[in-house]
Nanobody, 127 residues
């Protein structure tokens, strides 16, 4: 059984930074496309960023491109989301997700294709 645990959320002022970590247990993450999604109050869950199994391909939502960076450390079985220049509209619960298999360079932003999800970590950006 694969388990994903997010950490690193918190309260930060606009313009600040946070670093989210997703720790994966149960299987090596080299088998998985990894992604971050978020859900703000009253809104649907939305795609934030994804990274391929080999780490060579990344994809970002337009709203975060240039401010957020996704990376993976396969040796540590972790995925990182570095968030800079945070805005109040980035306030949400952030979820880590894993999608098994596929080409090593493949990424997708489609949430229903992801097999495993973490419980989420709250990010709050004050103005």
């Amino acid at each position: 059984q694969v388990q994903l645990v997010e950490s690193g959320g918190g309260l930060v002022q606009a313009g600040g930074s946070l670093r989210l970590t997703c720790a994966v247990s149960g299987r090596t993450i080299t088998n998985y496309v990894m992604a971050w999604f978020r859900q703000a109050p009253g809104k649907e869950r939305e795609f934030v960023a994804a990274i391929s199994r080999n780490g060579f391909t990344t994809r970002y939502a337009d709203s975060v491109r240039g401010r957020f960076t996704i990376s993976r450390d396969n040796a540590k079985n972790t995925v990182i989301l570095q968030m800079n220049s945070l805005k109040p509209e980035d306030t949400a619960v952030y979820y880590c997700a894993a999608r098994e298999g596929g080409n090593t360079s493949y990424v997708t932003r489609i949430s229903r294709t992801y097999d495993y999800w973490g419980q989420g970590t709250q990010v709050t950006v004050s103005s």
